[in-house]
T-cell receptor
Framework: KNQVEQSPQSLIILEGKNCTLQ??????????LRWYKQDTGRGPVSLTI?????NTKSNGRYTATLDADTKQSSLHITASQLSDSASYIC????????????FGTGTRLQVFP | KAGVTQTPRYLIKTRGQQVTLSCSPI?????VSWYQQTPGQGLQFLFE???????NKGNFPGRFSGRQFSNSRSEMNVSTLELGDSALYLC????????????FGPGTRLTVT
């Protein structure tokens, strides 16, 4: 069964610290993997998209990595800011032309001053 | 360029009623997808429309339906509302079907009492 699992479920860090969020998936075949940031009460906003041939992609202080062999991805946030407090959702697109995205349940990050 | 807009933003209905939610995609985008988001289940795919045709459907009962108009605007309808339908309903648009970059709207918060 195609699944996307994220860990941890929630995370609290202090402003200025780094953190890493994990995403493991069992989707096969695989087309691409995306990370979204969702502020409370808002729609998700895309941070990065990686195809199976890419192993890292950066967007400012956000760096996503992908290991297609182990089916793992991580999102690293550098020098966290209060505005990073949000849910981070990992989404996998299967490569079977169904176009049905598979969503993880997200990691809730809280950054405190 | 205006983003994805959804109306209404908030809605309160009682059990047994029906509701219609509206989504206007980004200008030029022809694909619209709908998602239900609840705290326990995360984002779940409802259906996707492209050029007025439903391309994909998630595992939701027939009470959930949708349509897309010739101007790419989309509506979803939920009939005979149940308490469990309380959720954030998100619409996402893309140039072509969902395997490509999706842009989410702010969502409609539906509360069923």
């Amino acid at each position: 069964k195609n699944q996307v699992e994220q860990s941890p479920q929630s995370l609290i860090i202090l402003e200025g610290k780094n953190c890493t969020l994990q995403c493991n998936y069992t989707v096969s075949p695989f087309s691409n993997l995306r990370w979204y940031k969702q502020d409370t009460g808002r729609g998700p906003v895309s941070l990065t998209i990686m195809t199976f041939s890419e192993n890292t992609k950066s967007n400012g202080r956000y760096t996503a990595t992908l290991d297609a062999d182990t089916k793992q991805s991580s999102l690293h946030i550098t020098a966290s800011q209060l505005s990073d407090s949000a849910s981070y959702i990992c989404v996998v697109t299967p490569g079977d032309n169904t176009d049905k995205l598979i969503f993880g349940t997200g990691t809730r990050l809280q950054v405190f001053p | 360029k205006a983003g994805v807009t959804q109306t209404p933003r908030y809605l309160i209905k009682t059990r047994g009623q029906q509701v219609t939610l509206s989504c206007s995609p980004i200008s030029g985008h022809r694909s619209v997808s709908w998602y239900q988001q609840t705290p326990g289940q995360g984002l779940q795919f409802l259906f996707e429309y492209f050029s007025e045709t439903q391309r994909n459907k998630g595992n939701f009962p027939g009470r959930f339906s949708g349509r897309q108009f010739s101007n790419s605007r989309s509506e979803m309808n939920v009939s005979t509302l149940e308490l469990g339908d309380s959720a954030l309903y998100l619409c996402a648009s893309s140039l072509v079907p969902s395997a490509h970059e999706q842009y989410f709207g702010p969502g409609t918060r539906l509360t069923v009492t």
